[in-house]
């Protein structure tokens, strides 16, 4: 069974940044997507990044795009996520998530226990 393990969250000031790291086992990491959801206090999951298995295909949410890339490693089994310009309503917890295919992610795919990434103004 895939774990997800996340790691990189913290407290910063508006307009800093930080990296997220997901490390996944298994030896089929390149066949799926991958990606990150986050959730804040008392909200609904919000899709994040996602990346393709082979990693030249992205997809970003229209709040955090231009401030926020997502990348990925195949031989190291790590999907990232840098987070530039971070602002106050960027505070949630970052939850990684495996897809069931190569090219796309869903809430409902299985997902890591996140890091929680706190924004202050």
């Known amino acids: 069974q895939v774990q997800l393990v996340e790691s990189g969250g913290g407290s910063v000031q508006t307009g800093d940044s930080l990296r997220l790291s997901c490390a996944a086992s298994?030896?089929?990491?390149?066949?799926?997507?991958m990606g990150w959801f986050r959730q804040a206090p008392g909200k609904e999951y919000e899709f994040v990044a996602s990346?393709?298995?082979?990693?030249?295909?992205?997809r970003y949410a229209d709040s955090v795009k231009g401030r926020f890339t997502i990348s990925r490693d195949n031989v190291e089994n790590t999907v990232y996520l840098q987070m530039n310009s971070l602002k106050p309503e960027d505070t949630a917890v970052y939850h990684c998530?495996?897809?069931?295919?190569?090219?796309?992610?869903?809430?409902?795919?299985?997902r890591g226990q996140g890091t929680q990434v706190i924004v202050s103004s």
């Open positions: 998530t495996r897809g069931s295919s190569r090219w796309t992610i869903d809430v409902n795919d299985y």
């Open positions: 298994g030896r089929t990491f390149s066949d799926y997507a």
């Open positions: 990346i393709s298995g082979g990693g030249r295909s992205t």
